[in-house]
Antibody
Framework: QGQLVESGGGVVQPGRSLRLSCAAS????????MHWVRQAPGKGLEWVAF????????LYTESVKGRFTISRDNSKNTVYLQMNTLRAEDTAVYYC???????????WGQGTRVTVSP | DIQMTQSPSTLSASVGDRVTITCRAS??????LAWYQQKPGQAPKLLIY???TLESGVPSRFSGSGSGTEFTLTISSLQPDDFASYYC??????????FGQGTKLEIK
């Protein structure tokens, strides 16, 4: 099934940057697309970004386009989310998730919390 | 964009009850729908994909049905471990993956 472990969350001021990491193990990471999904406090799930298995294509939800960048290093079995110009509304738990069969999330990490506050 | 609407938002039920949660898509998504369970403080867990295929290890009391725009998740006999939040998710469009707003299943 595999394991995903996120890191890099924390408290950051509006307008600043943060980079999240997600380390994968237990499966052939380079064969899978990867997603980031977030959940604001007390709210539902929101898909954020997706990267193809080889990094050749990337997709983003509209609210983060131009501010967030998803990337991956298959030699390190790690996917990243670079978050720039952070806003209060980006406050959430961020999960990485494995893309199984083109679109559903078969395996999830435990999440890393990001708080954007003055 | 495809919108996903779940109902009800909250559901109160007792152990042993049969419960159904509905998810409606704003346009046809064929059978490209998944269901997740999430407990407080935990990551979501995949229950069902392709509208009705049970993920390995998920108890058979969970089932999914539907196609096009209307889908259901049914729990045939509620167990104490089932009280959680449930989300549907469409993956019919590659540019956007959309979740329903969630259904909180509470103990009556």
């Amino acid at each position: 099934q595999g394991q995903l472990v996120e890191s890099g969350g924390g408290v950051v001021q509006p307008g600043r940057s943060l980079r999240l990491s997600c380390a994968a193990s237990g499966f052939m990471f380079s064969n899978y697309g990867m997603h980031w999904v977030r959940q604001a406090p007390g709210k539902g799930l929101e898909w954020v970004a997706f990267i193809w298995y080889d990094g050749s294509n990337k997709l983003y939800t509209e609210s983060v386009k131009g501010r967030f960048t998803i990337s991956r290093d298959n030699s390190k079995n790690t996917v990243y989310l670079q978050m720039n110009t952070l806003r209060a509304e980006d406050t959430a738990v961020y999960y990485c998730a494995r893309d199984d069969s083109s679109g559903y999330f078969g395996s999830w990490g435990q999440g890393t919390r990001v708080t954007v506050s003055p | 964009d495809i919108q996903m609407t779940q109902s009800p938002s909250t559901l109160s039920a007792s152990v042993g009850d049969r419960v159904t949660i509905t998810c409606r898509a704003s346009q046809s998504i064929s059978r490209r729908l998944a269901w997740y369970q999430q407990k407080p403080g935990q990551a979501p867990k995949l229950l069902i994909y392709k509208a009705s295929t049970l993920e390995s290890g998920v108890p058979s009391r969970f089932s999914g049905s539907g196609s096009g725009t209307e889908f259901t998740l049914t729990i045939s006999s509620l167990q104490p471990d089932d009280f959680a939040s449930y989300y549907c998710q469409q993956y019919n469009t590659y540019s956007m993956y959309t979740f329903g707003q969630g259904t909180k299943l509470e103990i009556k």
